[in-house]
Structures are given as structure tokens and as C-alpha cells.
């Protein structure tokens, strides 16, 4: 695809974290061209290296957008866009980014606001890509044909169904126990005081929990024409804030229908494949998950970047005397999490027609 044949695109909340993630990853890709920003008040008007003054990511801002001016969120200021990308603060995303769709654009959304709602699926890119199949029947249940919402999950939740996935169509899942040790980029900026967090963990992060409680049982599950019938399985999560900039460490214990061995579990999670890898999507990572056999891993500092951020890494799989199997598993929260599964979203939604 040359530059002028590219979909252009726009971005809601791109001085956020999230958005500055969606500006990285968008600066150069092969079928989407950033054309628009948006973000509140306070940055609109101004070139967007002036806009982002929290930047916080590890290379520079993109020296094609940093002269793009940001605007109001507000559909006209993204005239041409048939997409945005929404990584807007949850306060205001919801009312947003209905008038966007409504605008007859398309929405993929980092946001809780819309996550429930009965015709917009919560996809994981490497979970439920066949979810995007509901959109002609959300467009019909209002009236649209070329706006439509997609939303991703929350970041915990991302990288939990990952695994959960692959036991679930191996085995059987019947019975979840997660423990979340959730990294500071997922706060925002300024996020959680240094003070709080330096020499410490903090054991709540407000609505998590619900969240992770809810939301894969909406990903694992099935929908017809009428929406979606969540997995018939249990859940119960613990949510900590931990002094960890990227990357989200979760400790499970799974109970399953069958009675696999360790070595079948390991086998499982190696070999899973999705269709974002099968139909060679530009950030489709080479493996889904990848195992890794020493002892103390996942680690957030050595194992988030797998896969350019989209691979989830899953270690220490061994025996629980109360469920089935523990084990271990790392995701980028704000890669896989956030912007990068959005994006992934947006390259399925292309490759299956709806865009
Ligand atoms: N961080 C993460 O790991 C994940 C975050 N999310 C979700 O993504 C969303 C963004 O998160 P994050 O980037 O961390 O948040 P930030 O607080 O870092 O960024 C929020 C963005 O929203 C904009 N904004 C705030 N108020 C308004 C307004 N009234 N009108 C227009 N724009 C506004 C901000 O613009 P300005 O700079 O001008 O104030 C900024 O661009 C949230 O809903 C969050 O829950 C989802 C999954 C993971
Ligand atoms: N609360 C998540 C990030 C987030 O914003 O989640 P959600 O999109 O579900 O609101 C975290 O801390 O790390």
C-alpha cells in the first residue's frame, strides 16, 4: 500500500499514555496514516510537541506528527479519518466516541465506558478476532453503515485470556484464582504518587478487580445476532499496584474439566496460534505466547518486550494442591493492553471488510 492509498486515521487522547503509545505505533505503518490528534482543552491548538509535554516513552516523538496541531474532540476537526483510535480518559470517552461512530466513523476504544455494551465486542486481538463479526449487527441496531465501536479490554484482562484461552479449547476451564502485580504506566501520568508507590505495593486499584471478573468471561464467550452470552466460568481476582514502569505479572491458579499433564499444558500454550499470526498481519507477533522454562520468569524488565509487545510470556506452570495448575504470566500493558491490541483490532477489522 503506498501513502496515499493508506486509511487515514486520527487519535482521541493522544498526550495521554495510551495515545502517546497509539503515536508510536502509528508513525510509520503500513496501512494506516495518522492524519489527526485530539485531546481536553488544555492541548488543543497547540503543535503536538508542544501539546505532549508528559511524553514519556523511550524514543522521540515522531518527527512526521509532532507538527500535526491538536484539536477538540470533536468529529469535524477529523474530516477524512475513517477511523480514530480512543484512548481517552474514561471520564468523557464514552459520550465521545458515540458521536464519532455516530459521525459514521469507525471506534477503536482502550475505554471501559462502552466495553458492556450489547452489540460492542470486547476483543483481544489474539483471543476473539471472530467477535468483529457482530459489527453489521451493531450497525443495524443503530441505524449506521459505516460508524461502529470496538473496544479492547482492560490490560489485566488482556493478558489473562491469553492463557486462559488455550486451556479453555485444551481442556476445559472451570475455575480461575488470579493475582495481578500491575505496573504504573497503567495509572497514566502522573499516576500513582512516588510516594506511594517507592519501597512499596499498594493492594487496590479502584474497579480492577470487578473488571477482571467480568470481562473474560465476555472475551471466551459466544454471541449470535442478538449479542453476547458471557463463558460459563469462576473467577476471583486480587489487583496490587507495584513499582514497575511496563508490563503487567500475574500469578494463576486454574481448575479444568480435564486432567492434563504438565508437559500437555506447556505443549498447549506453545502451540497456540491465532488468526492476526495466520493471515500475516503487519503487528501479528511470531508467537502468541512464549514459554520460558527457567525458574524465575516472567519478569516485567526482561520478558515485556516478547514479541515487540504482543507476545504474552507464560512460566512456571506446575501442580496446585487446591485447583489444577499454577502459573506465571507477563503482558505489556500498554502495548498488548492498550494501544498495540486497539491497532491489531483495526488491522483485523481491515483484513475481514468492515473498514
Ligand atoms: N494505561 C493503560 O495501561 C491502559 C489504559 N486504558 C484506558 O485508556 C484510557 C486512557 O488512559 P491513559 O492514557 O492511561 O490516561 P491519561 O490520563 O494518561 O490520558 C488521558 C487522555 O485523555 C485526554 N482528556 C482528558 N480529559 C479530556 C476531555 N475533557 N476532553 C478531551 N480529552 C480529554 C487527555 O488530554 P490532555 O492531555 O489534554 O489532558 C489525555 O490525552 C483510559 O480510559 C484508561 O482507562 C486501558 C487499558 C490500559
Ligand atoms: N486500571 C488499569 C489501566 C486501565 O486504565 O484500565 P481500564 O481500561 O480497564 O480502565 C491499570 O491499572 O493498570
Known sequence: MTEGQKIKVGVLGATGMVGQRFVQLLADHPWFELTALGASE???????????????????IPSNIGSIMVSPCEPQHFDGCRLVFSGLDSSVAGEVETAFCKAGMAVFSNSRNHRYDQYVPLVVPTVNDDHLDIIPAQQKANGLTTGFIVTNANCSSTGLTVPLKVLDDAFGLEACMVTTMQAISGAGFPGVPSIDIIDNVVP?????????????KKILGSFDQNGFTDKDFKISAHCNRVAVSDGHLECLSVKLKGSPTTEEVITAMESYTCEAQRMGLPSAPKQCIVYNEKPDRPQPRLDRDAGKGYTVTVGRVRPCSLFDFKLTILSHNTILGAAGGALMNAELAKYKGLL
Open 42 to 60: 488544555r492541548s488543543a491548538g497547540k503543535p503536538y510537541v508542544k501539546a505532549a509535554v508528559n511524553w514519556r516513552q523511550t524514543s522521540e
Open 204 to 216: 487496590y486499584i479502584s474497579g480492577e478487580e470487578e473488571k477482571l471478573e467480568i470481562e473474560p
